[in-house]
C-alpha cells in the first residue's frame, strides 16, 4: 500500500491509496481534481473510486467534475451526509476492497456532521494500517461540533477510532497540526510529548513538510480530546466524566486565541 499526500485549497490534504499490485487507487476527498488526478498519473496509479469524510464543500467539493474526468468512477460517502456526486452511500461497517489486496472499512464518526465516515485501510501483512479521518480526528486535536454532540464526538474519537490497533496512520482532512499542539500544552503544560512533537512538527512545517500521518498511539499520548479518560485531564478541566471534560476542552479550543 502507497499513500500519497496531496496538498490542495489553503491548509487541506486529499489523499491517493494506492494497490501495490494493481496500481488501482482510491482518492480521499479530492477536492481538487486536476491537481489529484496530475499527482496520481505521476505514480501510476488508476482511479477507481473516492472515499468522501463529509459532505462540507472542502472535502466533497470536487466529486461532480471527478465524475466527469473518470467516467464510471465510483464515489462513497456516509449514507446519511447528503455528500455532493455521490454514487454509493456506505454506513457503519460496510467494507470495501482496492485491488488486490487492500481492504476498506466504514467507520460512523459522527459528530463534526451527523454522517461523517472515517475509512480503515487494511493491506498485507507488512503493510501498516491506515485510517483516514476527514474532520473527525486531526493531529492533536478534533474537528468543530458543527452537527452533533460531546456525547458522539467521545463515541468517535475514543471508543470507534480509539480502539484501532495503535501502530495504525492517521491521515486527517487538514494542516492544523502546530496550532492544536499549542493548544494542548494548555491543557496540559508538563507533557513532554507534546512539547517534543510540537518542536517536530514546527520543524517540519519550516521545511514545507506535512506533520501526517501521526498514530492512533501518538494520539492516545499527546491530543487531549482522546485523553479525556484519564483521571488527571478531568481533574485539569473540572470534569466528572469524560464527556464533559471533552466538552470542556473543545469549548475552551473554540475561544483560544493562540
Not at 6 to 15: G, I
Not at 99 to 118: E, F, Q, R, V
Not at 193 to 217: E, F, V
Not at 249 to 258: A, M
Request: aromatic fraction near 6%.
Amino acid at each position: 500500500m502507497k499513500i500519497v499526500h496531496v496538498p490542495c485549497l489553503e491548509d487541506n490534504y486529499a489523499y491517493i491509496i494506492i494497490d501495490d499490485a494493481t496500481k488501482e487507487a482510491a482518492l480521499v476527498d479530492p477536492v481538487e481534481p486536476e491537481k489529484v488526478l496530475r499527482a496520481a498519473e505521476e505514480h501510476g496509479a488508476h482511479p477507481k473510486m473516492v472515499l468522501t469524510t463529509h459532505h462540507h464543500w472542502d472535502h466533497a467539493g470536487g466529486n461532480d467534475q471527478i465524475k466527469k474526468l473518470v467516467p464510471g468512477i465510483k464515489v462513497y460517502g456516509g449514507s446519511i451526509d447528503n455528500v455532493r456526486g455521490c454514487t454509493d452511500k456506505v454506513e457503519n461497517g460496510d467494507k470495501l476492497s482496492l485491488g488486490a489486496d487492500l481492504a476498506i472499512l466504514s467507520l460512523h464518526t459522527p459528530c463534526h456532521t451527523k454522517g461523517h465516515i472515517s475509512y480503515y485501510v487494511t493491506g498485507k501483512e507488512e503493510d501498516v494500517p491506515a485510517v483516514f479521518t476527514g474532520d473527525t480526528l486531526f493531529i492533536a486535536g478534533c474537528g468543530k461540533f458543527f452537527e452533533g454532540t460531546a456525547e458522539q464526538m467521545y463515541h468517535s474519537l475514543c471508543i470507534t477510532l480509539g480502539s484501532l490497533p495503535k501502530p495504525t496512520q492517521v491521515y486527517c482532512g487538514h494542516e492544523y497540526t502546530v496550532k492544536n499542539l499549542q493548544f494542548a500544552l494548555t491543557v496540559e503544560p508538563e507533557n513532554e510529548r507534546i512539547s517534543q512533537k510540537l518542536a517536530w512538527a514546527q520543524r517540519q512545517r519550516q521545511g514545507g513538510l506535512p506533520t501526517i500521518p501521526s498514530t492512533i498511539g501518538e494520539e492516545m499520548e499527546t491530543n487531549p480530546f482522546m485523553r479525556v479518560d484519564l483521571p488527571e485531564i478531568k481533574n485539569k478541566v473540572g470534569s466528572q466524566s469524560p464527556v464533559e471534560a471533552l466538552k470542556e476542552i473543545r469549548q475552551r479550543k473554540d475561544n483560544w486565541k493562540g
